[in-house]
């Protein structure tokens, strides 16, 4: 048998070679397991450890990567939201201020207020007119009153299809019959201009003089004219100037005309009405009900 | 094909099956890039070189688990042993044969390696098989179809067997 196999190996040199090899791996695999791992830690140092480490250290390069780059896109991600919260933010408390400010008309002055979004304010340094978003198919007229939480911004001067144009208290043309809240005294505000045509402020003419009138009091509008309703705010007197026949009264806008956003169009005012009266109240009730906390009782059931 | 482009060939494809095939993987199988290089560098330099060079080379691989060192040494000893010796036999410079032969050593090395590493298991050696090794053996192979179309625009002799026309 042994020389069988002597004669084989001779004659087929390559046969030779895989027994040697499978008799040494055999070997191999029959080692006790210290000298495994010594001839294991031996035949890993030249080649596969250091290829080991740098595939380790390849995979990692590559994960930060992709980490990075995630993380760059959710930053990038949350900064778009941050900025959208922020914008959604301010609307929320514009929109605070409106409801108050609608909440806040006497019962029998409950106006029709048409909502409308500025879109565009031609004119230089002087604002002349200001471009809404409605317009007559809205059952928006010329002369309307346009008011913001704030106060009285101006009148519709003209009405297209879908977009109408107001006519702000800066206009030169601009003129509102006011009353001072505290102490009646009537006139009329109208825009005042400085040499080189730059706005300067808003002046209360036609006043008697030794009128009661004091710096801080708030200007209302009037309702004479028949263009703006009663007790509408337009701002506060800034400077008495006493003259022997009139008084100049130096008036202060409460809404700033160049930051507006949304405004109301006044369309008249609504008839009172019983049954809208019961909605408004219930739906109110319905909310204050969806804003306090809800799951008490939840809570409680086990 | 001298021994010393040999071993190199033999390194770069240890370096290539331990840091490329991972990156690589198909369906959870690698190419078996050693496998590939005892081949087709067994072509060039003979079957008895290519024995030794699959041993040294499984116990290379053995010595990243050495509970089973020697394992990957017979396993590769003996697939290379059988493709060279087959391919010496065959029409070797045809693209089938090699393909067919690259196909049959991984899978005769996979059969090796699970018949002992997995004895007694007929279940997980059947699934590991089919599941992997069949696949790994198409990637494999194809990776070979890519080797023997370089071959032929280098015109290496030793794969193709005709010098070019």
Not at chain 1, 1 to 21: E, Y
Not at chain 2, 96 to 116: E, N, S
Not at chain 2, 126 to 155: F, P, Q
Request: hydrophobic share 50%.
């Amino acid at each position: 048998m042994l020389s069988l196999l002597t004669r084989l190996l001779r004659g087929n040199r390559d046969f030779a070679t895989l027994v040697i090899c499978v008799v040494l791996a055999t070997v191999a695999l029959s080692l006790p397991p210290a000298a495994k791992t010594v001839v294991s830690s031996v035949m890993a140092a030249p080649i596969l450890r250091p290829v080991k480490r740098i595939a380790v250290a390849t995979d990692g390069l590559t994960r930060i990567r992709s980490e990075n780059a995630r993380l760059r896109s959710l930053v990038m991600r949350l900064i778009e939201e941050r900025a959208s919260l922020v914008s959604l933010g301010h609307e929320n408390d514009r929109l605070r201020e409106l409801t108050n400010f609608i909440v806040g008309f006497a019962e029998e002055e409950r106006f029709d207020l048409l909502p409308a979004t500025v879109v565009g304010m031609p004119g230089g340094r002087i604002i002349e007119a200001i471009e809404i978003d409605a317009g007559a198919a809205s059952g928006i007229e010329p002369g309307m009153p346009v008011i913001v939480p704030d106060g009285l911004i101006g009148k519709i001067s003209r009405a297209l299809e879908t977009r109408s144009l107001i006519e702000p208290l800066s206009s030169a043309s601009s003129a509102v019959a006011v009353t001072i809240e505290r102490s009646r005294v009537r006139g009329i505000v109208r825009p005042r201009y400085g040499g080189s045509a730059e706005l300067l402020d808003w002046q209360m003419d036609y006043v008697p003089a030794r009128s009661d009138i004091r710096t801080g009091d708030r200007v209302i509008t009037s309702g004479l004219g028949g263009v703006y309703p009663a007790g509408l705010i337009v701002g506060d007197v800034t400077a008495v100037d006493e003259g022997p026949l009139t008084m100049t009264i130096h008036v202060s806008i409460a809404a700033g005309l160049s930051t507006i956003e949304q405004v109301f169009v006044l369309r008249g005012l609504v008839p009172p009405s019983p049954e809208r009266d019961a909605m408004m109240q219930t739906l109110l009730k319905e909310f204050l009900a969806e804003d306090a906390p809800s799951d008490v009782s939840d809570r409680e059931t086990p | 094909m001298k021994i010393r482009t040999f071993v190199v060939l033999c390194t770069a494809a240890l370096i290539l099956d331990a840091a490329l095939a991972p990156e690589i993987e198909i369906l959870g199988a690698r190419p078996d890039f050693l496998v590939l290089v005892l081949i087709y560098g067994g072509l060039g330099i003979g079957v008895n070189v290519s024995v030794i060079a699959g041993f040294f080379m499984g116990l290379m691989v053995d010595s990243e688990l050495p509970e089973y060192l020697g394992l990957n040494a017979l396993a590769l000893a003996i697939t290379a042993f059988v493709a060279a010796s087959l391919l010496d036999r065959l029409v070797k410079s045809h693209v089938l044969v090699q393909c067919c032969v690259v196909f049959g050593a991984i899978v005769l090395r996979d059969t090796i390696f699970y018949t002992a590493y997995y004895r007694g298991s007929i279940d997980i050696f059947g699934h590991l098989l089919l599941r992997y090794s069949l696949v790994g053996a198409a990637y494999t192979v194809a990776i070979g179809l890519v080797i023997h179309v370089i071959a032929r625009l280098a015109n290496w002799r030793a794969i193709t067997g005709a010098p070019r026309r």
